[in-house]
C-alpha cells in the first residue's frame, strides 16, 4: 500500500501552466506504476496520463497529448504533471493514483491521493 498526496493546483489564466505533483509514502514506491486522472462538476472521472514503473514510457489523454508531461523521481517518491497551454476545459480537480499492473485500466488503480483543485479561468 501506498498513501498518495497532491500538491500544486490553483489558479491560472488560459495559456497558462501549472506542475503538480504526488508524493508517495509507504512501500515500494519504484514498483507502482502511476497515473493522474481529473473530475470536473459533473463529469465522470477521466484519465488524464500513466508512467511506467521506471519511468521510461508515459501514456496521455489524447485531450492534454502534447500539452502535458507526466514524470517520476523513485528517489523522492514523487510524480509530477507539468501542464502548459491550460486551458478551461482543464478544470478539476487532479488525482494522482497508483497501481501494481502494468498499463493498468482504471480499476486497477487501487490506491488515491485526495486530489488537488486546477482552475483555468479563461
Known amino acids: 500500500q501506498v498513501q498518495l498526496v497532491e500538491s500544486g493546483g490553483g489558479l491560472v489564466q488560459a495559456g497558462g501552466s501549472l506542475r503538480l505533483s504526488c508524493v508517495a509514502s509507504g512501500r515500494s514506491f519504484s514498483s507502482y506504476t502511476m497515473g493522474w486522472f481529473r473530475q470536473a462538476p459533473g463529469k465522470e472521472r477521466e484519465y488524464v496520463a500513466a508512467?511506467?514503473?521506471?519511468?521510461?514510457?508515459?501514456y496521455y489523454a489524447d485531450s492534454v497529448k502534447g500539452r502535458f508531461t507526466m514524470s517520476r523521481d523513485n528517489a523522492k517518491n514523487t510524480v509530477y504533471l507539468q501542464m502548459n497551454s491550460l486551458k478551461p476545459e482543464d478544470t478539476a480537480v487532479y488525482y494522482c493514483?497508483?497501481?501494481?499492473?502494468?498499463?493498468?485500466?482504471?480499476?486497477?488503480?487501487?490506491?488515491w491521493g485526495q486530489g488537488t483543485q486546477v482552475t483555468v479561468s479563461s
Open positions: 508512467v511506467n514503473w521506471i519511468g521510461t514510457s508515459t
Open positions: 493514483a497508483a497501481s501494481t499492473r502494468n498499463r493498468p485500466d482504471v480499476r486497477q488503480y487501487g490506491n
